[in-house]
């Protein structure tokens, strides 16, 4: 100990620093910074240059020195997860206030918590009740890997607002099979099995269905040959399943090769026969549809209105619109009343040949036959009327479907309102807009857009701002895209004061508009001799783009700020 005490003094006397903390037992001429000229910074001194008292204390020598220089020592052991106390809980919960509740969960794993047990209280510690609507957002939304949809589905599960069913269940299915973690839907499967849930055919749709889209058929098949491991049955209506999520799949040669293999295995009936007549009928295969009906009359079937539809459309696809005209009279003199989708199946015919005399036609005997149409039906006639820029005829399309007390549809409005703003003035889409918003239906942040869009273009800068502030008032918030499109239709109109206070809002939100935007404000406000206004907006855009692309870099390596 003496030796290495003798060391850390003749390392201590090379420094430039004055040591009134030494005891006064020890010389503090050796320490002096004047001998310098005597021994370099690279000498070291002698060891009888060093004299140490016989009562020296090494303890005392420590302490004075770790109070001279003091270390403050951080462990590298991290602290174990501890629950928050309520001022904590009620501090955390200001901070993200305004975030919904399933953007607070997902936040619990951005943390990269080490273990479930950690995990699963700080996802406690979130405090929200949660509903299945909650897991369902959670699960489907963000970008959460496989393991960690199933770690939280585990902790939803055991609350007690949660009920714990086979609806609960489906979906965490949808969730993992959505996104392609087929083995993660598996472990649920098997999980929801040990529990004593059997699965109905929801289940096994969504299952199939994740299976064949995943370009898994083959793993498809072998799980319903294996259905009883997971508490299922190989029925017919599990066949039916099936089949039906091949053929939507486009996969109809494998439904008809499984529909042989499957004879005198599993009893048929008149569905399983419709859903391959219905996936040969989308490609128009006019022989296998023909192949298929006589085996379903052989096997004592007797076709329904929904294998009549199928017969009309496979068709009309191959271009025979006759031979589905004489289909569909000879069904008629069979005595089988058609149906609505029978009707939806010949009028979509002579829409795909632009024949509309003959849609009306039809139309007008499905009206008078007492047949009711619905929702296809004139969401085909009123697109199709769009498409051929007939809007007259489809405004009134759409009055009739309304009175009648068919309310459209979000995707059917915007389905309506995207023709209309490829051509011609706005007028037609703010009609079927406002005609929607009578009826309660609701719109879509897509339509608000494409309507933003067009009135824009145009240069209506009034309609355009009521229906920004209606498009906050159903919810939406604007985004760049939205704050572009205002900008843009109030320099249109030279407005460009009331498009600076959207530019500078905007910014203050966090969203920086394109270089396009952005140079035709600062063209109009420099044409308009306006610098020092177009000076500071400039600053003001330098520092919102420089923060842009940091986010971006942040986002580029997983940091979310």
């Known amino acids: 100990m003496a030796s290495q005490l003798q060391g850390f003094l003749s390392r201590l006397c090379r420094t430039r620093y004055h040591t009134p903390y030494l005891p006064s037992s020890v010389s503090l001429i050796q320490f002096s910074t004047m001998q310098v000229t005597s021994n370099t910074l690279m000498d070291k001194p002698m060891d009888n240059q060093i004299k140490i008292p016989s009562n020296f204390n090494e303890h005392d020598v420590l302490n004075q020195l770790s109070d001279l ?31 919904s509740p399933g953007e607070k969960l997902r936040g619990v794993f951005i943390q990269r918590l080490r273990g479930k047990a950690a995990i699963e ?15 369902s957002e959670v699960v489907s939304r ?67 269905d994740s299976f064949i889209k995943a370009h898994q058929v083959s793993k498809a098949i072998q799980m319903f040959r294996n259905l009883d491991e997971f508490g299922g049955k190989c029925d017919t209506e599990s066949l039916n399943v099936l089949l039906q999520c091949l053929c939507q799949r486009s996969h109809v040669g ?20 419709n859903v391959i007549i219905g996936g040969w009928s989308k490609y128009g295969k006019i022989g296998e549809m023909e192949s298929c009906l006589k ?93 051929a820029r007939k809007v007259a005829d489809a405004l009134e399309m759409l009055d009739e479907m309304v009175g009648r007390g068919i309310v459209p549809t979000t995707g059917a409005i915007t389905s309506f309102i995207e023709p209309l703003c490829q051509f011609g003035p ?85 969203f920086c508009p394109s270089r396009l935007i952005w140079s035709k404000l600062n063209n109009k406000l420099l044409a308009s001799n306006k610098v020092e206004r177009a000076y500071k907006l400039f600053l003001k855009i330098k520092v919102a783009r420089q923060n842009d692309n940091a986010r971006r870099f942040w986002r580029a390596k997983g940091w979310h700020f």
């Open 142 to 208: 963000g970008n959460l890997g496989g393991e960690a949809m199933v770690v939280f589905f585990n902790w939803a599960v055991k609350q007690p607002t949660i009920r714990k069913d086979v609806d609960t269940y489906n979906v965490i299915i949808k969730a993992l099979g959505r996104r392609k973690f087929i083995e993660f839907m598996v472990e649920v499967l098997k999980d929801m099995h040990f529990q004593g849930i059997s699965p109905n055919y929801e289940t096994l749709y969504l299952v199939m």
């Open 254 to 273: 494998a439904a008809n090769s499984f529909f042989n293999a499957m004879k005198g295995e599993i009893p048929f009936n008149c569905m399983t026969y």
């Open 295 to 387: 085996a379903m009359v052989a096997d004592g079937f007797s076709p329904n209105c929904l294998t009549f539809s199928h017969l009309i459309e496979g068709l009309g696809r191959a271009g025979r619109i006759d031979d589905a005209v004489a289909v569909f009279h000879h069904m008629e003199e069979k005595g089988c009343v058609p149906d609505a989708n029978v009707y939806n199946a010949l009028i979509s015919n002579f829409i795909s040949i632009g024949d509309f005399n003959e849609t009306m036609k039809y139309y007008n005997a499905m009206v008078s036959g007492n047949c009711e149409p619905d929702m296809n039906t004139y969401t085909k006639l009123i697109v199709a009327f769009l498409k």
């Open 426 to 510: 706005p007028y037609a889409a703010m009609m079927i807009y406002k005609k929607a918003r009578k009826v309660g239906c609701g719109i879509s942040i897509r339509a608000y857009k494409l309507l933003l869009m067009r009135l824009s273009r145009f240069g209506k800068c009034g309609m355009l701002l009521n229906l920004w502030d209606e498009m906050q008032e159903s919810g939406y918030s604007s985004d760049t895209e939205v704050y572009e499109y205002i900008i843009n239709g109030l320099c249109n109109i030279g407005q460009l004061e009331t498009a600076v206070l959207v530019m500078e809002e905007s910014l203050r939100k966090g």
């Open 121 to 135: 209280l700080a996802l406690t510690n979130v405090g929200i009740d949660l509903t299945i609507d909650i897991v």
């Open 69 to 99: 220089l003091p270390i403050r020592c951080s462990t590298s052991i991290s602290k174990p997860f501890t629950e928050k106390s309520p001022k904590e809980l009620l501090k955390s919960r200001a901070v993200d206030g305004f975030l």
